[in-house]
């Protein structure tokens, strides 16, 4: 578990140097570390070397591992980062602080009522799949305008952002700049993107919002 303070003091010296090649601030990335099908010692090995965002891809998962770590540090952020079905809606916001994965009206609809019904209002990023990859979830770019516009107008929905997984075996950076150029159009200011192999890339065009599993927790199983 040493491994995983190490691995995550690695990443921010990462995120540092990424943030000051960008000309950007120090500190204005996020880290998000992803510890899905990590077991929850884990994420207290996380929690204990000061990492406080967590993501999670799976409700079920997340149900299991988070509510005594949640009790026990109220400063603990989970992400949301997989896909959600209308079922488990309920459960995610009860659960996650932040839902990263909007992506169809019919989603924007319940989640909407769920928030109103629960009082709890967690925020909100739409999933845009950036490079139109049939098997992928989030909104095609050319709908992403209209998804946000009807989120605002018909769901009482703000939401802060977009997030986005590139095509893999691509260059990530012309999809990053396209999810920027997204969101700064419909004035969202979180750009949730980057994962272990292309953060620092991420970051050059724009991230606040950087995801990383396997480069703290190792692989996956
Ligand atoms: C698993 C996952 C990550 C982290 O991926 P790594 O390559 O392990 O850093 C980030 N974002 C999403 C949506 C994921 O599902």
Do not use: W
């Amino acid at each position: 578990m040493s491994d995983i303070a190490a691995g995550l003091a690695a990443i921010r010296s990462r995120i540092a140097a990424a943030e000051t090649a960008a000309g950007r601030a120090p500190g204005s990335v996020a880290l998000v570390a992803v510890a899905k099908t990590h077991p929850a010692e884990a994420v207290i090995a996380a929690l204990a070397a000061g990492q406080r965002l967590f993501g999670e891809n799976r409700v079920q998962e997340a149900k299991a591992k988070y509510p005594d770590l949640k009790a026990l540090h109220p400063d603990l952020r989970l992400h949301l980062i997989g896909p959600l079905q209308t079922n488990k809606v309920r459960e995610a916001v009860a659960l996650f602080d932040v839902i990263e994965t909007l992506d169809r009206p019919k989603l924007a609809r319940v989640l909407a009522d769920e928030i109103e019904r629960a009082g709890r209002r967690p925020d909100i990023l739409i999933q845009v799949n950036i490079g139109r990859e049939p098997q992928k979830a989030g909104i095609d770019p050319d709908q992403a305008d209209t998804l946000i516009a009807l989120c605002r107008s018909e769901y009482r929905l703000e939401p802060s952002g977009l997030m986005c997984i590139p095509p893999a075996g691509e260059d990530p950076a012309p999809h990053f700049r396209r999810l920027g150029e997204l969101a700064a159009r419909n004035g969202l200011p979180v750009r949730s993107m980057g994962m272990s192999e292309d953060f620092p890339t991420a970051i050059a065009c724009g991230a606040t919002h950087v995801r990383v599993g396997s480069a703290i927790f190792g692989h996956r199983g």
